[in-house]
């Protein structure tokens, strides 16, 4: 290679060198600029950009909403969750309002976060949707085969012979949730794995949750169906083209119901985690994240 090409080879792998520095250099300031955004928590002002042109039309507004995790934030222990004054004054504002109807799909026994939001005229759907409280005190429970409910009793009580200090069993009538939150980090994986082998050996399914398992029964049920039960019971079969839906969670379970909502909808998930994969259309830091949505519905439907 002469003088000439040498010259001319390097010159080339110089801009090349520096074309690839400064697209690592600009890849690293977006994924820098995402993070901090992530631990940002949206204003108002943000909400007028994600929902402002969606709900412009003036259709039914539906409200969707998981709560451990996305009305309150995590806790310790279960009975130890509560919303925060201004998330509970706001929610119901929101409940009060004839324009908004508003859902609570929790993995939770229907009864129990009932118990936990204490508002009149929600819809209340607990283990996942299996189970559907109305306002007027009727009920939908998803059938669940008599061969797989009556080994129940018998789940639970092999797993309580593997709980120990630092886990518990929350007993929710068709479903359960094996915790393990408060038991030593090394020992997670051990007792994942034993209360994993003891729910399938039942026939349930185990779901993992935060720093815990769920037993679930083997139907095709979860919570996009639920949701897309309650709002075709409320709104009919067309509700997709009648009503504008809302929806929040912060569990992998609740990526069933941002699935549902996919181009119809606009979901948030809460996480703190610019990577982690969702179906959701945006992602939203914290339980305070909420707060500030749930102002922001209140403020423009109560004009």
Not at 210 to 237: Q, T
Not at 278 to 299: E, F, M
Request: proline share 4%; with cysteine; net charge negative.
């Amino acid at each position: 290679m002469d003088r000439q090409s040498q010259r001319s080879f390097k010159s080339t792998l110089s801009r090349i060198v520096i074309s690839l520095v400064l697209i690592v250099h600009v890849a690293s300031c977006f994924e820098l600029a995402l993070q901090l955004s992530l631990k940002m928590e949206p204003t108002l002002v943000d909400f007028d950009k994600y929902l402002e042109n969606f709900i412009a039309d003036n259709k039914n507004l539906a409200l969707l909403l998981d709560y451990d995790g996305t009305l309150a934030p995590i806790a310790p222990h279960p009975n130890l969750t509560h919303m925060t004054d201004e998330t509970k004054s706001a929610l119901n504002r929101i409940a009060d309002n004839s324009r908004i109807f508003t859902a609570v799909i929790s993995g939770r026994g229907v009864d129990d976060v009932k118990a936990k939001i204490g508002l009149n005229g929600v819809v209340y759907a607990g283990n996942h949707g299996l189970e559907i409280l109305y306002p007027n005190s009727t009920r939908y429970n998803q059938e669940i085969p008599g061969s797989v409910s009556g080994n129940y009793d018998k789940m639970v009580k092999e797993l309580e012979k593997i709980t120990r200090s630092g886990s518990w069993i929350e007993n929710k009538g068709v479903s359960l949730t094996f915790h393990y939150r408060a038991m030593a980090e090394d020992q997670h994986d051990m007792i994942r794995d034993e209360a994993k082998f003891i729910i399938e050996g039942f026939g349930y399914r185990a779901n993992q949750a935060h720093c815990a398992i769920e037993a679930k029964p083997p139907v095709h049920w979860h919570k996009g169906k639920a949701a897309e039960y309650i709002l075709s019971h409320n709104f009919g079969e067309e509700w997709r083209s009648t009503t504008k839906v809302v929806f929040a969670g912060d569990d992998t379970t609740d990526e069933d119901v941002c699935e549902i909502l996919k181009g119809v909808g606009v979901t948030f998930r809460v996480t703190a985690d610019p990577n982690l994969p969702t179906k959701a259309t945006y992602r939203v830091p914290s339980t305070r994240s909420i707060t500030t949505l749930l102002n922001w519905i209140d403020q423009k439907f109560s004009n």
